[in-house]
């Protein structure tokens, strides 16, 4: 059965995030009509006044804009840990109605990969024994969706899902403060970090001060704070700089 690797994709996002963004705050605050605004908005760069807004706190004209991905290659035990992002939207292949009959993809942690060939040897033969259970279960209770929705009760945690996200610029905001940074989990880090470089990608403007609460202030961790914030505020920098040459 194959090991499956992390993938993430930006399939689309809103046209224009930053100018939009930009027009919802600039109409807050101007006599102006709507064409007149969007004419004025498109002409100019807007970084400078989406940065203000937002440090203003005035986040609800963040959610004008929205990033859809798709995912593969991540463990059901990440996907326990987005689907808590109440206000994102969720399509995850489905386990009732996909069968693993020939097999599963799954993901090896890091951590067991790193305590060599033996032990992922070890892990491997696990992932197979527990397919051998799945499919005993399917051979007693059908290989269609009323028999695969029971034998999935015996498939691992490390067991790969496929998956589309959308959020909005402000739910990705909030997202990335909490899963960027060091206390979370390695895989969801790893995710976040892979949709936040896609996002600068398009608006720079709108992610550039994302992440980790550290980077734009006090660690918000307390005593679990790792310490690292410096470094962190540095690793952004260089993030910057590389976006700036590209
Ligand atoms: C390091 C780490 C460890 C964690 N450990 C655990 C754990 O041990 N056990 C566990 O159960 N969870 C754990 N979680 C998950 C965590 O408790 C949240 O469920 C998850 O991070 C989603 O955060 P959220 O609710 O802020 O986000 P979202 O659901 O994305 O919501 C965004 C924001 O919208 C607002 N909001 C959304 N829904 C409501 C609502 N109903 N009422 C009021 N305001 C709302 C809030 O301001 C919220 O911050 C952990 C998360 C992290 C990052």
Known sequence: MPRSEMKVALIRHTLSPEEVVALGARLCYSRARVDDLLERVSARDQTEFVSRIMSMGHDSVLEHASFTFGIEGVSRVLLAQITRHRLASFSVQSQRY???????????????????????AEFEQQMATMHTW?????????????????????????????????????????FFSLRMCTRAQWEIRAL??????????????????????????????GEKSCGRAKAIRQERQQLLEQFSHE
């Open 98 to 120: 996909v069968s693993y009959a020939d097999g599963f993809g799954y993901i090896v942690p890091p951590k067991i990969a790193a305590l060599g060939e033996d032990a992922q």
């Open 192 to 221: 976040a970090t892979q949709m936040h470089r896609l996002c600068m990608e398009v608006a720079p403007a709108l992610f550039a001060d994302a992440g980790p609460a550290c980077l734009r202030g006090a660690c918000s961790e």
């Open 134 to 174: 799945y499919t005993q279960w399917q051979e007693r209770l059908g290989t269609g969706e009323g028999g695969n929705e029971d034998a999935r009760f015996v498939l691992p945690g490390a067991c790969e899902t496929r998956m589309m996200v959308t959020m909005n610029v402000r739910e990705l905001r909030h």
